[in-house]
Structure formats: C-alpha cells, structure tokens
Nanobody, 118 residues
Framework: QVQLVESGGGLVQAGGSLRLSCAFS????????MGWYRQAPGKQRELVAR???????NYADSVKGRFTISRNSAKNTISLQMNSLKPEDTAVYYC????????????WGQGTQVTVSS
C-alpha cells in the first residue's frame, strides 16, 4: 500500500503561480511512475505531468512550458510548479503513484483544489 498526501492548492489570479506538493509513504519501492492529474467540473480526469523512475518526464500539451514536475527521492515527495496559470487550469489536482509490476495499479491522493480567477 502507498499513501499520498497533497498540499498547496488555492486561489490565484491568472498569470500567477502555485506549487503543489505530494508526500508518499508506504510501499514506495513498488512505484514506477509518479505524477499529477486534474479534473475540472463536468470533465474527465486528465494527465497533467508525470515522472518515471528513470528520470523521464512528460506533460500534457496544455501545460508544457508552464508547469514543471520535480521529484525528491530522499524526501519521498513530488512537486508541481505551476506558472502563468490560466482560468482553464482550474480543477481538482490529484497526486498519482502507479505500480507497474506485477500488475498495473494506481494510488491516488485526496485531491487539492486549484482555482484561477480571470
């Protein structure tokens, strides 16, 4: 089992910045991918950014150049630095940890609200 606790959401004006953090605990060695997803009202949950154990990262096209995912293995945390925020970034953001072996399994945080006002 893996537990995830998020922090850092809030209200910000368009053009502003926020930083989300996620602390992991439990069976962390089983995790291959860590990342962030978001879900806006009436929409499906979508990938924002993720970081693989080998160091690779990938981002949704909508956030490339504005968001940066980083991982601190010593502290078992990941962060999402969000700059140049837009109203369309408004959503509940979820931290995710994905196990790939022996089978695919996703762990989720409780979610944190990010609201960007115009």
């Amino acid at each position: 089992q893996v537990q995830l606790v998020e922090s850092g959401g809030g209200l910000v004006q368009a053009g502003g910045s926020l930083r989300l953090s996620c602390a992991f605990s439990g069976s962390i060695r089983s995790i291959s991918v860590m990342g962030w997803y978001r879900q806006a009202p009436g929409k499906q949950r979508e990938l924002v950014a993720r970081a693989f154990n080998g160091g690779n990262t990938n981002y949704a096209d909508s956030v490339k150049g504005r968001f940066t995912i980083s991982r601190n293995s010593a502290k078992n945390t990941i962060s999402l630095q969000m700059n140049s925020l837009k109203p369309e970034d408004t959503a509940v953001y979820y931290c995710n940890a994905q196990q790939l072996i022996p089978s695919v399994y996703d762990y989720w945080g409780q979610g944190t609200q990010v609201t960007v006002s115009s």
